[in-house]
């Protein structure tokens, strides 16, 4: 265990209105960590996903979040049909909302934040929608869009959700592409996936969320033997 | 037409209260559309319909109990109720569109019977219709209804414009809101507030049969059209007041009543944006 762990679950159990839906889950996040959390539809990965950001409380079990986490909250990147269509909003609008947290009671953004939240459009290359109407944007220029605003909200944390479903190949990939970039650079990322063939791909760590859990790294997880019994559920039905 | 705005120029400059009752009516719009944007994104539309009831039926209760201003019941009852209402949503258990439809019949009835056992008045149903649908006349503010719908509607506007921003925020995407730390429930209650303040404050102008209508048309109109949430809500401000100018004014022409006509012309500016929003798409697309 490290000291700058950013997030720590000790038999954390997760659920909605006492009744569990996983139980016994034991893992860390350290910076820089790729943690890719596999399982099959309804062993519990977004209900964990929604305690992680504090959507709901753990039903038992401790939830440690570093100070820095706690201040400068989680990045989220939210699944894209958890997104209202024809919600009317400017890409530079969804980008800015990300500073949202940091600005306490201040009414408007500052022109710094303007200035990031443009660095951020430009270093996923799309600067040039900016002004651009997001919800008539492809989806994944929307998930770009999205990455942008998770950026302005932290440099720590990145926590995604199923960030490929709905994309064509081309999209799959740069996207798989941009994560790494993102995690190269520091941020630690967290990405719940249906795909185990690219978790495996890219991970550092990986959590298969199951009746018997397991954590670990991703050396440890090929050597388990899990993999195999994880792969049945690859290319399964995205049904949620 | 000419004569008809001279005789629309004579009554302002000639009797104060027509010029109260058109900056109420402004202001009135005003916060009715600010609001009406969150409201219909956050898909709370309905909650602002029952709550107008609910405030039909505190109303009620307050010119049964002889309340000189039954504002006193009508603002703190209606404000408990969105709290509860919006509370509601989030526990499973009673479907929430289910509870505000219990919620807006079971206050029309008691408020209709307590209004007839319990008579202040020797026409009953005119109270109740103007209750319902507004006042037939715009005689009908007192000046202490003209200060507290200013007051209130300037605490409103200044509300919404200054928490444009996070309202978008936790509107947008409440996830990602709640994962970057903000405490979205907060603002869930301010709008809960907010709701209530405007639907007892439009009651005035439209009666609580027609708030709703006052609140969801603008934001809706300005949807077709616009594409960016500052966009929608300056428009939607703007085509609010138009259209309650041109309503006040119409009803002093023909003498019909003022909320319907008001709410008619918000009809009307719906359907010139619906079509220019197919247009617009149309253009786009080819």
Redesign the interface.
């Known amino acids: 265990m490290s000291d700058n762990v950013l997030v720590r679950c000790q038999d954390l159990s997760v659920g909605y209105e006492h009744q569990a839906v996983v139980s016994g889950l034991n893992f860390e996040i350290n910076p820089g960590d790729y943690l890719c959390v596999i399982g099959e539809n309804g062993a519990g990965k977004t209900t964990l996903m929604?305690t992680?950001?504090?959507?709901i409380k753990p039903i038992s079990g401790s939830l440690f979040l570093s100070p820095e986490i706690?201040?400068?909250?989680?990045?989220?990147l939210?699944q894209q049909n958890?997104?209202?269509k024809?919600?009317?909003?400017?890409v530079m609008?969804?980008v800015?909302?990300?500073f949202?947290?940091k600005?306490g009671f201040r009414?408007?953004?500052s022109k710094k934040e303007r200035q990031i939240a443009m660095e951020n459009l430009h270093k996923l290359g799309i600067c040039e929608l900016a002004k651009r109407?997001f919800?008539?944007l492809s989806g994944g220029q929307q998930q770009r869009v999205?990455l942008a605003?998770?950026f302005c909200?932290?440099k720590e944390i990145l926590?995604v959700d199923e960030p490929v479903s709905g994309l064509d190949p081309n999209a799959t990939e740069s996207m798989y592409q941009i994560l790494e970039k993102t995690n190269k650079d520091g941020v630690a990322v967290v990405m719940i996936t249906h795909d185990v063939t690219s978790a495996i791909r890219y991970a550092s760590h990986v959590l298969l969320v199951d009746k018997e859990s397991f954590f670990g790294t991703k050396e440890e997880f090929l050597q388990s033997g899990l993999e195999a019994a994880g792969k049945h559920f690859v290319g399964g039905h995205d049904h949620d | 037409m000419i004569e008809a705005i001279q005789r629309i120029v004579d009554y302002i400059v000639n009797y104060p209260f027509v010029r109260y009752t058109i900056v109420v009516a402004v202001l009135i719009a005003l916060c009715a559309a600010l609001l009406g944007v969150t409201l219909v994104?956050k898909r709370f539309s309905m909650i602002g319909d029952g709550l107008s009831h609910v405030a039909f039926g505190a109303m009620a209760v307050g010119a049964v109990v002889g309340l000189t201003n039954n504002l006193y019941i009508v603002l703190p009852v209606t404000v408990i109720s969105a709290i509860l209402l919006l509370k509601s949503q989030e526990s499973k258990r009673i479907k929430g569109d289910a509870l505000v439809a219990m919620l807006s019949v079971s206050a029309l009835a008691i408020g209709y019977i307590l209004m007839n056992k319990f008579k202040t008045t020797n026409n009953v149903a005119n109270d109740a219709c103007v209750s319902l649908f507004g006042s037939t006349a715009i005689l009908t503010l007192s000046m202490t209804d003209v200060w507290i719908s200013i007051g209130l509607s300037a605490f409103v506007i200044l509300f919404m414009?200054?928490?444009?921003?996070?309202l978008?925020?936790v509107t947008?995407?409440e996830?990602?809101?709640?994962?970057?730390?903000?405490k979205t429930s907060i603002y869930d209650i301010a709008v809960a507030i907010i709701i209530a303040v405007v639907v007892v404050v439009a009651m005035k102008l439209v009666g609580s049969l027609l708030v709703s209508a006052l609140v969801i048309f603008p934001a809706l109109s300005?949807?077709r059209v616009?594409?960016?949430?500052?966009?929608?809500t300056i428009a939607s401000a703007i085509i609010s007041v138009i259209c309650a100018l041109f309503g006040l004014f119409s009803s002093m022409i023909w003498e019909t009543p003022v909320g319907p006509t008001i709410i008619i012309f918000d009809i009307a500016a719906f359907l010139i944006f619906f079509i220019i929003g197919l247009i617009l798409s149309r253009t786009k697309k080819a």
């Open positions: 929604k992680l950001i504090g959507v706690k201040k400068s909250g989680i990045g989220y939210p958890n997104l209202q024809d919600f009317p909003a400017t609008e969804v800015l909302s990300g949202q947290h600005m009414p408007f953004y109407c919800s008539e999205l605003r998770a909200c932290t926590l | 994104l414009i200054l928490f444009h921003n996070k978008f925020a947008f995407d996830s990602f809101a709640r994962a970057s730390g903000t300005a949807m616009f594409r960016s949430f500052k966009g929608v």
